[in-house]
């Protein structure tokens, strides 16, 4: 069975008729009700805040399955991946579909590595914000901006066109972010080096000075290339949809990712793993921990326990898994092992899996949950945490992107709504209003 051969039919009831609809099935993962004629054939639309039951595309990038914790690129564990291969190794693989031989590696590297710099001219925008601004609203900024740089070349419906953009995207993203954080430090901005590695340049763009020579930081540059393995894709989550939504417009591709980028920044999604280092901080001992949890219970208080629960992980998030023993293992050989935002961490998550209220809602650990300890660890500045989680996204977001214009059946994004509103009435004059 095909994913294109309906194996069975849902019969669905509309205002006097009923009519069947196709269940199609993917490779792995429930079926799906093929609804795109229930409105003409019924009168009927769905109800579905927040997508939570619905399948908007078809894709082959990424497959999780929340229940056990699974989480697949193109049909290989993340815990693979993490553990063997490269960022840039998967990337590749998340882009194209298939690990890469050694020649394909090596000239995806030369590839990404020719588009490291930014236009000159790019530099002067910088110069126009407040030096405390957000990382992620100079990204949102600088990333839409590259779109009045490569514009009026850029064909979104030639396949060679948005390969250079993916290309130039993953490339720059690490340059954008990183003269984000000079700036806000009143550093100059440091060139690429493409003689390092991603995450070494990345670092040496983030810490490196025009008067000292560079000290390589294998310790760091390894763990930075496992946290951006794991932050690579995700599925149809908030800012890939966003980044699906803008392009099915035709819009270019640099205004859909830096939506993306927007809609990542909320600590509902990648914000939260700042959001749990302030949190962590704010707890401030092991004994304050019940205290936390009481508050994250109780319904009449906005708290919520950062870093735990997910819409689609009912089970531990296997990328919290990898990064809680990279935790472990980052801060031992950075000689901070008794780190007490770690030791506050463990004992929380301990807790609060033993509780009926997370047990109950199968609240788990996410990514987000140890990922910001080790960012720390490493002295990134908590506020270059979610612009480190955009970078890397930026590999998945372009994938889907390349996979929405490159599907025949996608369309302009456009849900429908329960409409609640006044029905029609008539136009009152303003002398004759109450
Ligand atoms: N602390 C306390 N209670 C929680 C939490 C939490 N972190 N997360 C969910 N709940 C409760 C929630 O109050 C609700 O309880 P009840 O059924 O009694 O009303 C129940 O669990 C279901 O919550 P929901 O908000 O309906 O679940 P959702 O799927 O809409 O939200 C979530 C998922 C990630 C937004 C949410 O779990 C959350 O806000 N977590 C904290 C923020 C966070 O860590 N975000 C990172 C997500 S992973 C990385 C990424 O995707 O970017």
Redesign the pocket.
């Known amino acids: 069975m095909t994913e294109n051969t309906p194996k069975k039919s849902v019969t669905i009831g509309g205002p006097g008729s009923n009519a069947a609809f196709p269940v199609l099935s993917g490779t792995v993962g429930p079926d799906v009700i093929d609804i795109r004629k229930l409105y003409g054939e019924t009168g009927l639309f769905t109800y579905d805040p ?1 997508f ?1 039951s619905t399948a908007a595309c078809r894709s082959k990038i990424t497959y999780i399955d929340g229940d056990e914790g699974i989480l697949l690129h193109r049909g290989y564990r993340i815990e693979d991946l993490a553990e063997h291969s490269s960022f840039l190794e998967t990337a590749y693989l998340i882009l194209f579909g298939e690990l890469p031989t050694a020649d394909e590696y090596s000239n995806f590297m030369s590839g990404v590595t020719y588009h490291t710099m930014i236009h000159d001219q790019i530099n002067y925008l910088y110069r126009g914000f407040r030096r405390d601004a957000h990382p992620m609203a100079v990204m949102v900024a600088v990333v839409g901006a590259l779109s009045a740089f490569y514009h009026e070349d850029l064909d979104t419906n030639d396949p060679h066109h948005r390969l250079i953009a993916s290309y130039r995207l993953v490339a720059k993203i690490p340059t954008i972010a990183a003269m984000a954080y000079k700036y806000s430090v009143g550093q100059p901005f440091m060139y690429p080096r493409n003689d390092l590695s991603y995450p070494e340049n990345f670092l040496y763009m983030m810490f490196g000075v025009p008067c000292e020579p560079w000290q390589e930081k294998p310790t760091l540059s390894k763990a930075l290339e496992k946290i951006f393995i794991l932050h690579a894709d ?1 599925e149809q ?3 890939t949809s966003t980044v699906r939504l803008v392009g099915s417009t035709g819009a270019s591709p640099y205004a859909a990712i830096s939506a993306g980028i927007a809609s ?1 920044w909320g ?7 700042e ?2 280092v302030n949190m962590l901080g704010e707890i401030g001992s092991v004994e304050r921990i019940p205290e936390f949890i009481a508050r ?2 109780d ?1 009449d208080d906005p ?10 992980y009912k089970n531990y ?1 296997p990328r919290a898994g990898v990064l809680k023993s990279s935790a472990d293992e980052v801060l031992e050989e950075l000689g901070k092992g008794d780190n007490p935002k770690l030791a506050i961490a463990r004992e929380l998550e301990r807790i609060a899996l033993e509780d009926d ?2 047990r109950d ?1 199968k ?1 788990f650990p ?4 140890y990922s910001g300890i080790i960012l720390e660890a490493m002295g990134i500045p908590t506020k270059m945490f979610t612009a480190i ?1 955009a970078l890397a996204r930026t590999v998945g977001w372009m994938a889907q992107w390349n996979e929405m214009m490159e599907d025949p059946e996608q369309k302009i994004g456009r849900p429908r709504q329960l409409y609640t509103g006044a029905a029609q009435r008539p136009y009152v004059a303003i002398d004759k209003r109450r």
């Open positions: 927040g939570t995700h989550n908030a800012s990542l600590p509902a999604h990648g914000g939260a793993n959001a749990v994250a219970k319904k708290f919520r326990l950062m870093g735990f629960g997910h819409r689609v998030d209220y997370f809602r609240l996410n990514v987000d949950f989680f």
